[in-house]
């Protein structure tokens, strides 16, 4: 299936070696599972050895806005009291020049093995469940480990939001179509790909996470 790729010869930011935004800006989309807390520290760091306001959101879900809650948080980026400002926050990806926003983030990113990030994220919902003893699930169902509930039930089931999974893929297919990048089409891939291809200066993986810091640094 194809994608309408409006920007791909003329967009500013398409060729893969240009700072892909106002670098008065940074905006880091969290994936979960992905280094969160060695990030944070990181990115504290980054941030006071190159100048740049700090801000962490507090808000960890949902991922999903609609168009005005969009342009709020988009104002409050562009808006912000601070000569540079570095924003993390988990999100599904948006584009700023199609809410007529006057400056587009540097957007950044850092992915996670799947099996791996799938396997930390479900361990991660079933000790926040015992804990917090506020999931609605069945006390052997929380003991199941991941290839226990593949084999009782499915891949399927297990890897959802019913067990605390969250897919990688719509948070870079975007909040454009929501609900088509839900799904685990072509169409949501391509879509996924142009979004990185024109907005993304950089997604580093946890597998080679040293060349990531030295791009960072």
Same mark, same amino acid.
């Given at each position: 299936?194809?994608?309408?790729?409006? %920007?791909?010869?003329?967009?500013?930011?398409?060729?893969?070696?240009?700072? &892909?935004?106002?670098?008065?800006?940074?905006? +880091?989309?969290?994936?979960?599972?992905? %280094?969160?807390? /060695?990030?944070?520290?990181?990115?504290?760091?980054?941030? +006071?050895?190159?100048? @740049?306001? @700090?801000?962490?959101?507090?808000?960890?879900?949902? %991922?999903? %806005?609609?168009?005005?809650? !969009?342009?709020?948080?988009?104002?409050?980026?562009?808006?912000?009291?601070?000569?540079? !400002?570095? $924003?993390?926050?988990?999100?599904?990806?948006?584009?700023?020049?199609?809410? =007529?926003?006057?400056?587009?983030?540097?957007?950044?990113?850092?992915?996670?093995?799947?099996?791996?990030?799938?396997? #930390?994220?479900?361990?991660?919902?079933?000790?926040?469940?015992?804990?917090? =003893?506020?999931?609605?699930? $069945?006390? $052997?169902?929380?003991?199941? /480990?991941?290839?226990?509930?593949?084999?009782?039930?499915?891949?399927?089931?297990?890897?959802?939001?019913? $067990? *605390?999974?969250?897919?990688?893929?719509?948070?870079?297919? *975007? !909040? /454009?179509?929501?609900? &088509?990048?839900?799904?685990?089409?072509?169409? #949501?891939?391509?879509?996924? &790909?142009?979004?990185?291809?024109?907005?993304?200066?950089?997604? *580093?993986?946890?597998?080679?996470?040293? =060349?990531?810091? @030295?791009? !960072?640094?």
């Amino acid at each position: 299936m194809s994608i309408d790729r409006p %920007y791909r010869s003329k967009h500013r930011y398409s060729r893969l070696l240009n700072v &892909k935004g106002d670098s008065s800006s940074i905006f +880091y989309n969290e994936i979960p599972q992905s %280094y969160e807390f /060695t990030m944070e520290s990181l990115l504290q760091n980054l941030s +006071y050895i190159h100048s @740049y306001r @700090y801000v962490s959101s507090q808000i960890s879900s949902p %991922y999903i %806005y609609n168009h005005s809650s !969009l342009i709020s948080i988009g104002r409050s980026i562009n808006k912000h009291k601070f000569k540079n !400002l570095f $924003y993390k926050r988990k999100i599904y990806f948006f584009d700023f020049n199609s809410l =007529k926003l006057s400056i587009n983030p540097i957007w950044i990113s850092l992915v996670r093995d799947p099996a791996s990030r799938i396997a #930390a994220q479900f361990e991660d919902f079933r000790e926040m469940c015992q804990n917090k =003893k506020s999931c609605l699930s $069945y006390q $052997y169902e929380l003991n199941e /480990t991941l290839d226990e509930c593949v084999i009782k039930h499915s891949p399927q089931e297990c890897i959802s939001s019913k $067990y *605390g999974i969250s897919k990688m893929l719509p948070f870079f297919c *975007g !909040l /454009t179509n929501p609900n &088509k990048c839900q799904e685990d089409t072509e169409w #949501a891939l391509e879509q996924a &790909k142009q979004n990185i291809d024109l907005f993304y200066t950089v997604i *580093g993986s946890t597998e080679q996470f040293y =060349k990531y810091l @030295y791009v !960072l640094g």
